[in-house]
């Protein structure tokens, strides 16, 4: 199988927003079966509990051993809620970032998966201090001395997806979206009225080709015509290559350019210069 030839599809950012929730969507769940075959789950913060909206575990890929985090939505009702339609709590980016530092003390390179609407935003989850968890991660991130790659492939809501997103490279598929709120709470607060999602959609430049041009994300990663839920396995296969890819070339890179890149990276958004 070949990676389809990259046309992108012309379509708007509600339309992409609503691909990007699909229902049939490929999960951390599906990605992982297929290109992590011998993932080892691990659970647990080791201070409150485990979240089941964060997987994370060991795996290898294509003989590298790699940590694995992802958001995980669920399928069916039962499992939606069990995972809480993927929104993490303090205890998943806590367990996250326990893994992160395993990693990085047995040198092994951290794959993130992003795929939430937002961080859960409940009393119990503000109680234990899931600002105080996603800042921390995000402070852990910039500096942690191993390899990051961080694919979007679904929802990027806000700093639930920074919280697993500080990374070397930062991929996209090409229906997902990645924006600093999503477009029903921006519209809330703009117009009062959340109805008008789509126009908010449209103002927050929160798709794909958008992000590239900004340089925000490092590379777009082409779906299926319809969209990835028509061929999961054709979509496994493209975001395999592009994981490959952008591995091995991390892998090949000196550790102290990884880290001043990294940071190089972090301070370029928002940057930018008045011409008189």
Request: aromatic fraction near 8%.
């Amino acid at each position: 199988m070949a990676v389809e030839e990259f046309k992108f599809t012309v379509r708007s950012a509600g339309e992409r927003i609503k691909l990007s929730r699909h229902c049939d969507r490929p999960l951390t769940s599906d990605y992982i079966k297929y290109l992590f075959p011998d993932f080892f789950e691990l659970k647990g913060d080791r201070l409150y509990g485990d979240d089941a909206s964060l997987l994370t575990g060991i795996a290898t890929f294509q003989g590298i051993p790699v940590t694995i985090i992802g958001h995980e939505k669920g399928k069916g009702t039962k499992d939606k809620i069990a995972r809480n339609f993927g929104m993490s709590q303090p205890e998943g980016y806590r367990k996250a970032l326990r893994l992160m530092k395993q990693a990085e003390k047995f040198k092994r390179p951290i794959i993130t998966f992003i795929d939430t609407p937002g961080a859960y935003p409940g009393i119990e989850a503000e109680e234990r201090g899931v600002a105080e968890a996603i800042a921390r991660n995000l402070l852990e991130m910039a500096g942690l001395k191993t390899v990051i790659l961080s694919v979007v492939i679904g929802e990027g809501g806000s700093g639930g997806a920074l919280g697993i997103g500080i990374s070397d490279r930062l991929l996209m598929l090409e229906n997902a979206y990645y924006s600093v709120i999503s477009p029903e709470g921006c519209a809330t607060i703009l117009w009062k009225d959340s109805g008008k999602w789509e126009e908010a959609a449209n103002s927050l430049k929160l798709t794909a080709d958008e992000l590239l041009k900004m340089g925000i994300i490092d590379e777009i990663i082409p779906e299926p015509i319809e969209g990835a839920h028509k061929d999961h396995t054709q979509m496994v296969y493209n975001l395999g290559i592009s994981i490959s890819s952008h591995l091995n070339e991390l892998l090949s890179t000196p550790q102290h350019e990884i880290l001043n890149k990294r940071y190089e990276k972090l301070r370029k958004p928002g940057v930018f210069t008045i011409k008189n």
